[in-house]
């Protein structure tokens, strides 16, 4: 059976290390484009991702694989969200661990 191959759109080059093997079994193999994908302002990492997808596929005209993670903390509700990358950049982690009191439940989750 052939290997079937798909462009993985990224920058960061650790993105290929942990998705190649969750498709080992599926014989699927990854190519790497790091071409800047267009990234709308949304809440949704979902709709985020879906603009990103159909960006690179209009230009690549292949078949491709983009990600969009987004860190959410429930005593923020839910902030930052799928804007995580720029708060960390703005504030970093200390600065969101001040905007939360010193008795908040410190849970929090990426989804991606």
Sequence with gaps: MSK???????QNQHKLKEI?????KYNVEF?????EKYEIRSESIEEIARA???TAFDILQKPVVVDDTGFFINALNGFPGSYAGIVLN??????ILRLMPENEV????FMT
């Excluded at 079937?4 to 990224?10: D, E, H, K, P, S």
């Excluded at 190519?31 to 071409?35: E, S, V």
């Excluded at 410190?106 to 989750?109: D, F, L, T």
Aim: net charge positive; charged share 25%; no cysteine.
């Design 90 to 95: 703005f504030i970093g982690y200390e600065g």
């Design 106 to 109: 410190r849970a929090s989750k």
């Design 31 to 35: 190519d790497t484009n790091t071409l």
């Design 20 to 24: 190649t093997p969750l498709f080992k």
């Design 4 to 10: 079937a191959r798909l462009i993985l759109v990224t």
């Design 52 to 54: 990103a997808a159909k």
